[in-house]
């Protein structure tokens, strides 16, 4: 039905830019929220950023001022372009979406693989 795939992580060093892109495929009827969560190794899964279809965004405090979150509703897309990366922003990337798909009446949660962020000099 529907899938969420990431690309754009790597490895960055200290205070550098990543840009995480991910589009959504398939029988898709409306794509309502979007964002990024993020996963570390031993820690829960968490929100990074997400953004409503109308534009609204909504950051964690520790990303506020680095990270911002865009879409593109006519593609189906969101990305994240990190900037000023630190050693706390380590981890598997995210995108997340609800969607609505064609064959289905309301809308449900779907995840991508993950993406993996590495921060290192």
């Known amino acids: 039905q529907v899938q969420l795939v990431e690309s754009g992580g790597g490895l960055v060093q200290p205070g550098g830019s990543l840009r995480l892109s991910c589009a959504a495929s398939g029988s898709i009827f409306s794509a309502y929220a979007m964002g990024w969560y993020r996963q ?3 820690k829960q899964r968490e929100l990074v950023a997400d953004i409503t ?3 609204r965004t909504n950051y964690a405090e520790s990303v506020k001022g680095r990270f911002t979150i865009s879409r593109d509703n006519a593609k189906n897309t969101v990305a994240l372009q990190m900037n000023s990366l630190k050693a706390e922003d380590p981890a ?3 995108c997340a979406g609800r969607i609505r798909a064609s064959c289905d009446y309301g809308a449900r949660g779907y995840w991508g693989q993950g993406t993996q962020v590495t921060v290192s000099s």
């Open 40 to 42: 570390a190794p031993g």
């Open 53 to 55: 279809s109308g534009g």
């Open 92 to 94: 598997v990337y995210y």
